[in-house]
């Protein structure tokens, strides 16, 4: 019974931040690689950032240095933190978990929350 429920997005103007958040249930968050994904209208689903199991982060290149990924294994949390926020960036946010490795691949991901809508203009 895993659950994962994504919070914080919104409207912002572009080169504003946004701090996504996404609580876990059912399961501990150190047990699994955890990921930040994204999909526009229209588009395929795409990797944003993953953690791995010790803490190390992967990100695609379309974020690197303007987003962070974080988990607190405590609070069974995963969170990220988006800066300098683009119009490219526009699309529905998913965390999701799992367990092959972090590899930004949605396919690699078992679990899944609803999404959180983030629109920059």
């Known amino acids: 019974h895993v659950q994962l429920v994504e919070s914080g997005g919104g409207s912002v103007q572009a080169g504003g931040s946004l701090r996504l958040s996404c609580a876990a249930s059912g399961y501990t968050t150190g047990r699994f690689y955890m990921g930040w994904f994204r999909q526009a209208p229209g588009k395929e689903r795409e990797g944003v950032a993953c953690?791995?199991?010790?803490?190390?982060?992967s990100y695609a290149d379309s974020v690197k240095g303007r987003f962070t990924i974080s988990k607190d294994n405590t609070k069974n949390t995963l969170s990220l933190q988006m800066n300098s926020l683009k119009p490219e960036d526009t699309a529905m946010y998913y965390c999701?978990?799992?367990?092959?490795?972090?590899?930004?691949?949605?396919?690699?991901?078992?679990?899944w929350g609803q999404g959180t809508q983030v629109t920059v203009s």
């Open positions: 953690i791995g199991y010790t803490h190390t982060t």
């Open positions: 999701a978990t799992g367990y092959l490795g972090c590899t930004l691949w949605p396919g690699d991901f078992g679990y």
